[in-house]
């Protein structure tokens, strides 16, 4: 099986800064790639980032792009989410996610962290 274990999330004011980080243990032979995802109250999970394992292409829906910025060391099997200039709407829980699929952007994903709350306030 395959565990990820998210860390990092926290309160901020805005216009700050968070790292995220996501560990990953466990069978990951042939997975393609890492994504952070978040949800806020009332609102679906939306996709935020992803990156590819071999070779790192990125991957960001528009409101976070020039802002967030995703990275991962293959080494230690993490995947980083490096959060600026934070706006309260950022506010969410985020989820780390692995999936084998082509669609990094749609995935499906596969297997899911715990999640880790983030909240920026004004």
């Known amino acids: 099986q395959v565990q990820l274990v998210e860390s990092g999330g926290g309160s901020v004011q805005a216009g700050g800064s968070l790292r995220l980080s996501c560990e990953v243990s466990g069978r990951t032979f042939g997975s393609r790639a890492m994504g952070w995802f978040r949800q806020a109250p009332g609102k679906e999970r939306e996709f935020v980032s992803g990156?590819?394992?071999?070779?790192?292409?990125?991957y960001y829906e528009d409101s976070v792009k020039g802002r967030f910025t995703i990275s991962r060391d293959n080494a230690k099997n993490t995947v980083y989410l490096q959060m600026n200039s934070l706006k309260p709407e950022d506010t969410a829980v985020y989820y780390c996610a692995l999936t084998y699929s082509l669609s990094v952007v749609r995935g499906p994903y596969d297997y899911w962290g715990q999640g880790t709350q983030v909240t920026v306030s004004s």
């Open positions: 990156i590819t394992w071999t070779g790192g292409r990125t």
